[in-house]
């Protein structure tokens, strides 16, 4: 079996392979604090949404061990009003902990990273990696450097390092299966409304769960379309563009697959403010274009 270290060792630049191996240690760290630390606190994120403990844990293991890698010029991320100063090449932008209200009804939940060369915010062109973990049935790190998305589960207790290749260079599959959007239909736009009902006629299956890493990952081994839509009431969408929409974005398009805010590539936007949002639809690309 292929370990990540021995993965990544030929295939990813020094400093994002020092960056994945060190994010999926943390990443075990956080997975065991999931289960006693939901409780909400007084807090409010730069997006006016309240924060759980996990969501502070999370944000401290993440941001901490990233700045002390050394390889990270700045850390940005959905639970902090500024980006923590470090030394190094790369800008990230995180969501720490994605879907935290879903864990206490035992959703798989995540955490969402964007590495970029440029000083944050700036568009996705600048994007040089992303990654996602899965919290789910199984610990999953899930990444592209650029060449191909690449799965690694952790196998906890095994000798040496836990995270083992589950799948190298994965495709979304070109047959769609499952379609999940966001939002109360009614508040849907009049083209998104239309879309999905052709979808259900055409057979695909309704897959949402109410979190992003969990509803995007189904997709991307299943084929389909995930989207947090426009809405009537919330035009720019709910999902920010930095933390989660370009980082999936760009897991969706190495992965064969697209993304869109509706009209254009989601990696073509150039956010002015750390959590601007977007309307998002991602997935395959045959119904990316089509909606
Ligand atoms: P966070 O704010 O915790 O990062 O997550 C936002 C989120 O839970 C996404 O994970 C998910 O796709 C979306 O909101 C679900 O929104 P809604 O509850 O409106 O369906």
Redesign the pocket.
């Known amino acids: 079996m292929t370990d990540l270290k021995s993965f990544l060792n030929d295939r990813a630049p020094a400093d994002l392979s020092r960056l994945l191996l060190n994010i999926a240690s943390a990443s075990l760290q956080v997975r065991r604090s999931l289960p006693f630390t939901t409780k909400l606190t007084r807090g409010v994120?730069p997006?006016g949404?309240r924060q759980t403990e996990i969501?502070l844990y999370a944000n401290e293991v993440f941001a901490s061990t990233l700045l002390a890698t050394g390889t990270v010029s700045e850390v940005a991320s959905?639970e902090m009003a500024e980006p923590r100063k470090g030394v190094g090449r790369i800008h990230v932008a995180m969501?720490p902990?994605?879907?935290?209200?879903?864990i206490a009804t035992n959703n798989p939940?995540g955490s969402i990273f964007g590495f970029y060369s440029s000083p944050l915010p700036c568009s996705g062109e600048h994007m040089v990696g992303s990654a996602f973990v899965t919290y789910g049935p199984m610990l999953t790190l899930t990444y592209t450097t650029g060449a191909g998305v690449h799965t690694f589960v952790a196998a906890e207790g095994r000798e040496g390092d836990p995270f083992i290749l589950m799948e190298e260079s994965s495709v979304i599959p070109s047959e769609p299966e499952v379609y999940g959007l966001?939002?109360q239909r009614s508040d849907w736009i009049e083209p998104v409304e239309r879309f999905v009902t052709s979808l259900e006629g055409r057979g695909l299956k309704l897959r949402?769960g109410?979190?992003?890493?969990g509803?995007f990952n189904q997709v991307l081994r299943r084929g389909g379309i995930f989207g947090?839509p426009a809405l009537k009431n919330k035009p720019h969408g709910?999902?920010?563009v930095l933390?989660?929409a370009a980082p999936m974005a760009f897991i969706s398009k190495r992965a064969g697959g697209y993304a869109s805010d509706g009209s254009n590539d989601i990696l073509s936007l150039a956010p002015t403010a750390l959590a601007e949002t977007t309307p998002l639809y991602l997935g395959s690309s045959g119904l990316v274009r089509e909606v």
């Not at 902990?97 to 879903?102: A, K, V, W």
């Not at 109410?210 to 890493?213: A, D, E, I, L, Y």
């Open positions: 994120n997006s949404e969501d959905e969501d902990l994605d879907g935290s209200s879903n939940v966001g939002g949402y109410g979190t992003f890493v509803d947090y709910k999902l920010r933390y989660e």
